[in-house]
């Protein structure tokens, strides 16, 4: 038989391993104590990995040893809601910043800016150079939420930091983003299925170009929900587009699902944003 002792020591350990066996996925949030704090936010298929910088924070480059502030969220629907629950216990928190992830951070992102919080997405080769300026060597998902921590603190305090907020689509803006993006994986899989065709054996061409015709009736489907998108919510726009040579509907659509600024920047900022225009590089 066991003592009290021993089934106490049992018992203590099995609690233990049951709570590393919930907390696999997810970890509660260390939030800082007080003073002004920006949070980062990395992003995976299956993560979402919090940390916080700024006054209060214990957040520092990975050489330095000390523990960063950190949490871990599923990323799916439930996950987003945890982390907004705790990021809004923190009335100090002054920004949120994301690195694009190929799609992977608009459900949080989204979220997180619908509900108010001043949240920014930015280009990675952008927060991968800070993080080597900031001495950061080792790559984890905490120590690249830290970084992006760090990141945040340094863009709120510039005279940029307004205009890198981001800012919620349209609905009508966001659905027809929606359907362009979808067009164009249609016609990338209609190229794959071309080039299959050329080289294809007899016993699976009419395969092949039975998927091809399939595929040819699903983008002249979303062509026709596209156009008539462009007519009934972006007309006052397209007007702005009238008369240009090589801007057809394609390009168009492209233009009003990728561009919200249209109408309500000079074409000096439209043509930075898009990439396109003559920077100096003098030094």
């Given at each position: 038989?066991?003592?009290?002792s021993?089934?106490?020591g049992?018992?203590?350990s ?6 590393e ?5 997810e ?31 214990t ?16 990323n799916?629907?439930?996950?987003v ?7 809004k ?19 949080a ?15 990675p ?14 790559k ?10 760090q ?11 307004e ?22 994986q ?18 699976v061409?009419?395969?092949v ?5 399939l ?13 008539g ?16 040579k ?9 233009l ?5 600024e ?22």
């Amino acid at each position: 038989m066991m003592n009290d002792s021993e089934s106490t020591g049992l018992n203590g350990s099995l609690n233990e391993k049951e709570k590393e066996t919930e907390t696999e996925t997810e970890t509660e949030t260390v939030r800082p104590a007080g003073g002004a704090v920006f949070a980062g936010i990395d992003v995976s298929k299956a993560h979402l990995d919090l940390a916080f910088a700024g006054q209060g924070s214990t957040g520092a480059p990975a050489q330095s040893g000390r523990p960063a502030q950190s949490g871990r969220y599923t990323n799916n629907a439930d996950g987003v809601k945890r982390l907004l629950a705790e990021l809004k216990k923190c009335p100090s928190l002054v920004a949120v910043l994301f690195e694009a992830t190929g799609g992977l951070e608009r459900e949080a992102a989204g979220s997180l800016c619908a509900a108010g919080l001043a949240v920014m997405v930015v280009n990675p080769r952008q927060a991968h150079d800070f993080a080597k300026a900031l001495g950061y060597l080792e790559k984890s998902d905490t120590i690249d939420a830290r970084a992006l921590a760090q990141f945040a603190q340094t863009l709120a305090g510039s005279p940029k930091f307004e205009a890198l907020k981001m800012r919620l689509p349209e609905p009508e803006q966001a659905a027809l983003q929606v359907l362009v993006t979808r067009r164009a994986q249609l016609v990338e899989m209609r190229v794959a299925e071309g080039n299959r065709l050329e080289r294809a054996p007899k016993w699976v061409r009419k395969s092949v170009q039975a998927v091809i015709a399939l595929l040819e009736r699903q983008i002249k489907a979303l062509d026709d929900d596209i156009d008539g998108a462009l007519k009934a919510h972006f007309a006052e726009k397209l007007a702005l587009l009238k008369g240009l040579k090589g801007v057809g509907p394609g390009t168009q659509a492209a233009l009003m699902a990728g561009l919200p600024e249209l109408g309500r920047l000079t074409h000096k900022e439209i043509a930075k944003i898009v990439g396109v225009a003559p920077l100096s590089h003098d030094s």
